[in-house]
Structure formats: C-alpha cells, structure tokens
T-cell receptor
Framework: DAGVIQSPRHEVTEMGQEVTLRCKPI?????LFWYRQTMMRGLELLIY????????DSGMPEDRFSAKMPNASFSTLKIQPSEPRDSAVYFC?????????????FGSGTRLTVV | SQKIEQNSEALNIQEGKTATLTCNYT??????LQWYRQDPGRGPVFLLL?????KEKRKERLKVTFDTTLKQSLFHITASQPADSATYLC????????????FGGGTRLMVKP
C-alpha cells in the first residue's frame, strides 16, 4: 500500500482564493481525519469521518472551511475564501476503527501558505 | 479545561544515553495513549500504544509507562542514537470519543554523537 496520499504537497495562494486539499486514505481504513499543524497550536483535529460520514467537525475553525468524503477512497478539505492565518501544514490520517490500537497512518501533509 | 502537556523545550542528550520524554494530561479519562515520531516535513508515525490497564509496554529500544494515578506517561529510548533525533508526540483516546485522538504539542529530541 502506498500509504495515505495527500496532494498537493505545497500550495501558495493569495488571500481570498479558494484552496482545495485532497486525501486518499489507505484502502480498507474506515476512519479519516483532517488535522492542522502550526508551531503555536500543534496538531489540531479539524474533522473526523467514519464510514464516509462526518462524525465530529467541532474543530473546523469557521464556515470558510468545509470537508467532504464522497467515497471511501477520497476526501477533500476546502477553504473559501482563504486568509493568511490559514497558513499551516494540513495532514490527513486514516485508521481502521476496529483496530484503533494500531494507530493512525498520516500522509506527508500539505504546506499551505496564504499571502 | 482539558490539557495534554509535553515539554516544549528540546531535550538534548548524548548518544548511548537513555532519553525520557514526559506526557501529562488533565481532565481526561483515557482508554489508551499512543506515541508518535515526527520528522521535519513528514507526518507523524505511530510507534507504540499503551492501554489504561497496562503499566508498561516495550518495543525494541522503546519503553512506555502509563500511570493513571499521576496522569502521566513516560517514553524512554534506551541506547539513543543520532537517528532517534525527531519530535515525539503523545496522543490519547478518551472513552466515548469514538476513534478521535487528541495530541500533545510534542517534544523535540536531539541526540548528539
């Protein structure tokens, strides 16, 4: 398995533009997570899907952020409009809930810079 | 309020020594606690899990302890090597939280040759 695949690796965009981050989880995993990491706040959970259904989105900062998981092999995180304070590394992770003890598998992240 | 605290200052040790990292939590009832390693520019990688009813877990040069009375986990790397230099994150899963982990801020470990 190629692991959790995120794209793009780097994104630089201007304030006000729409940004879409993409994630392909590990085949067979039924939980998917989007995290944001900054020096100041560490790893913050944004949203958690189980079996493609959003379970907890309480970490989504505001209405500018939205996430979808149309099927078991794909998820997107969209920011519209983007702001400089959204600059961070965004990670996607997946796991098999029944095997929570195996830990999460993280992607390599998308480094977002909003100028 | 709920907190997971790791020492934000980097830990510098000499090669061959044992590194000990601390994870303290407040106002959580964890079912289990996990430790991850993160290298620069990469996502965290799962290392070990310890359940609330376990006192200690070992894997090769790694050892994790879990004291639910002290609300603390210790992560040890014995015979440390420069290749162990990375940031180490603890994360816990609370009862009733489904499959959602909450992460600490991480501690950077530097092992000098």
């Amino acid at each position: 398995d190629a692991g959790v695949i995120q794209s793009p690796r780097h994104e630089v965009t201007e304030m006000g533009q729409e940004v879409t981050l993409r994630c392909k989880p590990i085949s067979g995993h039924n939980s998917l997570f989007w995290y944001r990491q900054t020096m100041m706040r560490g790893l913050e959970l944004l949203i958690y899907f189980n079996n493609n259904v959003p379970i907890d989105d309480s970490g989504m900062p505001e209405d500018r952020f939205s996430a979808k998981m149309p099927n078991a092999s794909f998820s997107t995180l969209k920011i519209q409009p983007s702001e400089p304070r959204d600059s961070a590394v965004y990670f996607c992770a997946s796991s098999l809930e029944s095997q929570g003890g195996r830990g999460y598998t993280f992607g390599s992240g998308t480094r977002l810079t909003v100028v | 309020s709920q907190k997971i605290e790791q020492n934000s200052e980097a830990l510098n040790i000499q090669e061959g020594k044992t590194a000990t990292l601390t994870c303290n939590y407040t106002n959580y009832s964890p079912a289990y606690l996990q430790w991850y390693r993160q290298d620069p520019g990469r996502g965290p990688v799962f290392l070990l899990l310890i359940r609330e009813n376990e006192k200690e877990k070992r894997k090769e040069r790694l050892k994790v302890t879990f004291d639910t009375t002290l609300k603390q986990s210790l992560f040890h790397i014995t015979a440390s090597q420069p290749a162990d230099s990375a940031t180490y994150l603890c994360a816990l899963l609370e009862y009733g939280a489904g499959n959602m982990l909450t992460f600490g801020g991480g501690t950077r470990l530097m092992v000098k040759p």
